[in-house]
């Protein structure tokens, strides 16, 4: 089955299709060089209206997006009008992806989301701040077209007046929320819902490049969790899916305070976490998305194409993985991409994945590529993590 993969990056949804016996093609920002060889791979540089006309001159059985096509939900729609979309339509991201909306099916159900306030109403302009009674604490301003922590920064707050400047007409403005940011992953059919993990998330670490808020990798599964936490986590699954119509695979980004566990966002696609649980456990979560889509859809899935799980060939209990970011502008050498193609595996996974192509310019803060390290505890990965990006970037920069 020839599955058609868009979105800001692909790569990681292709090589899970690929484990799943799917034959994926793709169109991303990168086109990233590890995966020449393995699938068809085209770079758009108009993302993301680029997207419909090469997926209308692509022979596929469906299509499925990845991350940051969710914040396009009239794309989504005209795309899916041309080819059988494999996940959530228009409708349902326009309402899942409302905090509004969002907050009331959780309020509604007894379940915490943070206050948030959307004043793009009430902005008379932008030569004029915004001023709003709020209560004191700590606040975030968020993007409604963000993605992995793009788009969010701190806010400064005067009293209980919250004085924000600056353009605000796609933006809200939501209490933070201290404690671990986590990301719960999920498949729903038509007849069922399944937590298939919960994984830790890094946000903003100095250590990767990344921007303050930003997300910059994932790690689990998470152990240790409170008792009651992972049934609560189940919960909000199920209210989810019962309120929006979530099909396939779908994240949720939680803080976990204690025992109390907060939803912050729905991703309803295949998500970042999601090749850290098939490296820990052989899930094969494109294998499951595929085949809830098509019963949520009322078609036979293929009987013998995909099983529930693949042979993983780890042996340690818990992965990682990390998005490098540059720290300065850098145009990336020949030297760089064969010796990073060429770095070895790690218990028969690729320790760097996102490979940029040799003569690729990145700029600051952009990211580079990604790195994945595994062992018996949280603390043993983010350590195998850490090294492996001060290697990294002894290679990177080396030139410059």
């Given at each position: 089955m020839r599955i058609a993969l868009v979105g800001a990056s692909v790569r990681s949804a292709a090589q899970s299709a690929l484990r799943a016996g799917y034959q994926p093609v793709g169109a991303d920002l990168f086109a990233d060089s590890d995966l020449e060889g393995k699938n068809r791979l085209v770079r758009i540089t108009d993302y993301p209206a680029g997207l419909a006309s090469w997926l209308a001159q692509t022979p596929c059985a469906g299509w499925i997006y990845t991350g940051g096509l969710e914040n396009y939900p009239n794309q989504?729609?005209?795309?899916?009008?041309?080819?059988?979309?494999?996940?959530?339509?228009?409708?349902?991201?326009?309402?899942?992806?409302?905090?509004?909306?969002?907050?009331?099916?959780?309020?509604?159900?007894?379940?915490?989301?943070?206050?948030?306030v959307v004043y793009a109403d009430v902005l008379s302009s932008k030569a004029n701040p915004c001023s709003l009674q709020m209560a004191p604490g700590r606040w975030l301003q968020k993007t409604y077209r963000g993605s992995g922590g793009s788009g969010v920064s701190s806010l400064a707050l005067a009293g209980v007046q919250l004085e924000a400047d600056g353009p605000m007409e796609d933006s809200y403005v939501q209490q933070y929320i201290e404690g671990r940011s986590c990301s719960a992953l999920y498949v729903a059919a038509a007849d069922r819902l399944e937590l298939l993990g919960i994984t830790g998330q890094l946000v903003g670490e100095l250590w990767t490049g990344a921007a303050p808020y930003q997300y910059c990798g994932s790690i689990g599964p998470w152990p240790g969790l409170p008792a009651g936490v992972n049934e609560e986590v189940e919960r909000i699954g199920a209210v989810l899916v019962k309120a929006f119509g979530l099909v396939g695979l779908f994240g949720v980004d939680l803080i976990i305070a204690g025992s109390q566990v907060w939803t912050l966002e729905v991703n309803p696609r295949y998500t970042a976490s999601v090749e850290i649980l098939e490296r820990a456990s052989g899930l094969?979560?494109?294998?499951?998305?595929?085949?809830?889509?098509?019963?949520?859809?009322?078609?036979?899935?293929?009987?013998?194409?995909?099983?529930?799980?693949?042979?993983?060939?780890?042996?340690?209990?818990?992965?990682?993985?990390?998005?490098?970011?540059?720290?300065?502008?850098?145009?990336?050498?020949?030297e760089f991409t064969q010796w990073a193609l060429g770095t070895k595996s790690q218990e028969g996974f690729p320790q760097l994945a996102d490979i940029p192509r040799s003569g690729t310019a990145i700029r600051e803060r952009q990211p580079v590529l990604t790195l994945f390290a595994a062992g018996e505890s949280i603390d043993e990965v983010e350590g195998g993590l850490r090294q492996l990006v001060t290697g990294v970037e002894q290679n990177l920069y080396k030139r410059i």
């Open positions: 989504v729609a005209a795309m899916a009008a041309e080819c059988p979309l494999l996940g959530c339509g228009d409708n349902v991201l326009q309402a899942v992806r409302s905090p509004q909306r969002l907050a009331a099916a959780l309020e509604g159900a007894g379940l915490r989301f943070p206050e948030t094969q979560a494109m294998g499951q998305h595929v085949r809830a889509c098509q019963q949520h859809r009322d078609q036979q899935a293929e009987a013998n194409r995909s099983a529930s799980s693949f042979q993983s060939a780890s042996t340690s209990p818990y992965h990682g993985k990390v998005i490098l970011f540059a720290r300065q502008d850098v145009t990336i050498q020949q």
